[in-house]
C-alpha cells in the first residue's frame, strides 16, 4: 500500500524559507514521477513541482521557478521542496502525490496517490 506523508509546513514571514518533506513507502521510486500540488482557499489545486525519478527532470510552475527546489533522497525515500524567498501567495495547503503511470507531471488527475497535505502560510 502506497502511502504519502508530508512535514516541514509552517508559518514564516515573507522572504523566509521553508523545507517540505514527503516520505514515501510502498513504491519502487524509481519508476514514479514524485510531484507537489498547493490548493489556497477558494483556489483549484495547482501545480508546485515535479521530479520524474528515473532520470530527474524536473519542473516547475512558472510562480516558483528560481524560488523553489525539489529534490530526491533515495536513502530517506522522500521527496523534498525548498522554498525559497516565499511570498504571501505562496501560502496554501502542499499536497505530495506519486504518480505510476508516467503521465503529464504538471496535471494533478494523473498522480495516483496524495498525501494528506501540510499548511504553508506566508505573512507579509
Known amino acids: 500500500q502506497v502511502q504519502l506523508v508530508e512535514s516541514g509546513g509552517g508559518l514564516v514571514q515573507a522572504g523566509g524559507s521553508l523545507r517540505l518533506s514527503c516520505a514515501a513507502s510502498?513504491?519502487?521510486?524509481?519508476?514514479?514521477?514524485m510531484g507537489w500540488f498547493r490548493q489556497a482557499p477558494g483556489k483549484e489545486r495547482e501545480f508546485v513541482a515535479a521530479i520524474e525519478w528515473r532520470n530527474g527532470d524536473r519542473y516547475y510552475a512558472d510562480s516558483v521557478q528560481g524560488r523553489f527546489i525539489i529534490t530526491t533522497d533515495n536513502v530517506k525515500n522522500s521527496v523534498d521542496l525548498q522554498m525559497n524567498s516565499l511570498k504571501p501567495e505562496d501560502t496554501a495547503v502542499y499536497y505530495c502525490?506519486?504518480?505510476?503511470?508516467?503521465?503529464?507531471?504538471?496535471?494533478?488527475?494523473?498522480?495516483?496517490?496524495w498525501g494528506q497535505g501540510t499548511q504553508v502560510t506566508v505573512s507579509s
Open positions: 510502498g513504491l519502487t521510486f524509481t519508476r514514479w514521477t
Open positions: 502525490a506519486a504518480d505510476y503511470r508516467g503521465g503529464t507531471p504538471r496535471v494533478a488527475g494523473e498522480y495516483d496517490y
